[in-house]
């Protein structure tokens, strides 16, 4: 798992912050790995459910303890 507070680049090639872990999203019913905001427009430009796979690379490393 990775920190919450995490940056990380996602292969889309935004830079995403990571706020949570496992979420359904209620339309697909699917789950999700992680929940996250981007990080030019925190909350305003809406919430994104991704994957590890999705992860291209950590940018920071965020809260660990």
């Not at 796979?53 to 940018?59: A, N, R, T």
């Amino acid at each position: 798992m990775i920190p919450l507070g995490s940056i990380v680049e996602l292969k889309s090639g935004n830079k995403t912050m990571i706020i949570g872990y496992g979420l359904e999203d209620k339309e697909s019913k699917k789950r999700f790995d992680y929940l996250g905001c981007d990080t030019a427009v925190g909350f305003m430009g809406g919430f994104k459910l991704f994957e590890f796979e999705d992860v291209k690379k950590v940018i920071f490393s965020g809260y660990s303890n």
